[in-house]
């Protein structure tokens, strides 16, 4: 799993939760570019990705990883609610989204497997 979210404590915070469920977090990137080239290069199954990054939106990584050989699962993350982005999730029914106040490990598999 690849986290990306511009603030380390939130980084911090999701790596431990993420790893006492059982997950395993192979990096971590704090922007969209450095995100993209994360994911090509440790090439995680999954990556946690946070809607609003400083230099290149969530919604528009998400679509550059798609194009990879071997593309991730998604997941999309923000503080707020998914009413404001129900209409950019519904452009690729593959991405999932939980609000960051919800993030458990139970919530981050039920997104992943369906």
């Given at each position: 799993?690849?986290?990306v979210?511009?603030?380390a404590?939130?980084r911090?915070?999701?790596?431990?939760?993420?790893?006492?469920a059982?997950?395993?977090?192979?990096?971590?990137?704090?922007d969209?570019?450095?995100?993209?080239?994360?994911?090509?290069?440790?090439?995680?199954?999954?990556?946690l990705?946070?809607v609003?990054?400083?230099?290149?939106?969530?919604?528009?990584?998400a679509?550059?990883?798609a194009?990879?050989?071997?593309?991730?699962?998604?997941?999309?993350?923000?503080?707020?609610?998914v009413?404001q982005?129900r209409?950019?999730?519904?452009?690729?029914?593959?991405?999932t989204?939980?609000a960051?106040?919800?993030?458990?490990?139970?919530?981050l598999t039920a997104?992943?497997?369906?």
């Amino acid at each position: 799993m690849l986290i990306v979210d511009d603030h380390a404590g939130f980084r911090a915070a999701a790596r431990t939760l993420l790893d006492r469920a059982g997950f395993e977090v192979v990096g971590e990137a704090a922007d969209g570019a450095s995100a993209v080239t994360a994911a090509a290069e440790l090439r995680p199954t999954i990556v946690l990705l946070d809607v609003q990054l400083p230099d290149i939106d969530g919604f528009d990584v998400a679509e550059r990883l798609a194009g990879l050989a071997a593309p991730p699962a998604i997941v999309l993350v923000s503080s707020r609610s998914v009413t404001q982005f129900r209409r950019r999730l519904t452009a690729n029914a593959s991405w999932t989204f939980i609000a960051k106040s919800d993030l458990t490990g139970e919530a981050l598999t039920a997104a992943v497997a369906g």
